[in-house]
């Protein structure tokens, strides 16, 4: 009777010099190592699948061609909302005064803002309260918000003066006092705001 066993020639040379006896192994055996992966036939598929979109040749695919109607390079990253504002961004610029009375309001206004921002109070703070009045097209619940937003700020304000003038605040910071400096701007714009509605 034959025996199945197949003598394995792959003895092996262990560290130290010495070899290792040859493995036995059945007849047809492969080693763990060398059996392929089990792949289904859905993955094989896509493996075999090309690249390429079909009647796409690897020429045509190299040499990249601006296509009417695609987004170019510099928005390709973008998402849709990104891009949505880049272009109203584009549209207002385009529908801009580009004269020098545009560019005059474009001056005055941010001249105003720096002047409410780096001012402690006092004549510039009228000039915030007019600018933030001046715009018409606000709606009723913007009016009550900003209304809302006022008495807020005046109740802080008054807070602020009852600590310092029982005591609790002895050295009042410089925003404090930029903040107790706006006060009677503050006053004005609310009534000017409950006037208009």
């Given at each position: 009777?034959?025996?199945?066993?197949?003598?394995?020639?792959?003895?092996?040379?262990?560290?130290?010099?010495?070899w290792?006896?040859?493995?036995?192994?059945?007849?047809?055996?492969?080693?763990?190592e060398e059996?392929?992966?089990?792949e289904?036939?859905?993955?094989?598929?896509f493996?075999?699948?090309?690249?390429?979109?079909?009647?796409?040749?690897?020429a045509?695919?190299?040499?990249?061609?601006?296509?009417?109607?695609?987004?170019?390079?510099?928005?390709?990253?973008?998402?849709?909302?990104?891009?949505?504002n880049?272009?109203?961004?584009?549209?207002?610029?385009?529908?801009?005064?580009?004269g020098?009375?545009?560019?005059?309001?474009?001056?005055?206004?941010?001249?105003?803002?720096?002047?409410?921002?780096?001012s402690?109070?006092g004549?510039?703070?009228?000039?915030?309260?007019?600018?933030?009045?001046?715009?018409?097209?606000?709606?009723?619940?913007?009016?009550?918000?900003?209304?809302?937003?006022?008495?807020?700020?005046l109740?802080?304000?008054?807070?602020?003066?009852q600590?310092?003038?029982?005591?609790?605040?002895?050295?009042?910071?410089?925003?404090?006092?930029?903040?107790?400096?706006?006060?009677?701007?503050?006053?004005?714009?609310?009534?000017?705001?409950?006037?208009?509605?």
């Open positions: 009777m034959a025996t199945p066993y197949v003598q394995d020639d792959s003895a092996t040379q262990r560290p130290d010099g010495t290792r006896k040859p493995r036995r192994v059945k007849d047809g055996y492969t080693p763990q059996v392929p992966v089990y289904n036939k859905y993955v094989k598929f493996k075999g699948k090309p690249d390429l979109p079909p009647g796409l040749n690897q045509d695919a190299a040499s990249p061609k601006q296509i009417p109607g695609c987004v170019d390079s510099e928005t390709a990253g973008l998402s849709k909302a990104a891009k949505r880049m272009k109203r961004k584009e549209k207002r610029k385009q529908q801009q005064p580009q020098p009375d545009g560019d005059a309001d474009v001056e005055s206004v941010s001249e105003a803002v720096e002047n409410v921002s780096i402690d109070g004549e510039s703070s009228d000039k915030a309260a007019a600018i933030s009045v001046s715009s018409p097209d606000e709606s009723p619940a913007e009016k009550a918000k900003k209304i809302k937003n006022l008495k807020k700020k109740r802080q304000v008054e807070d602020l003066q600590k310092m003038d029982s005591g609790e605040i002895k050295e009042p910071t410089k925003d404090q006092l930029e903040k107790l400096g706006r006060a009677e701007a503050l006053q004005a714009e609310l009534q000017q705001l409950e006037c208009d509605s």
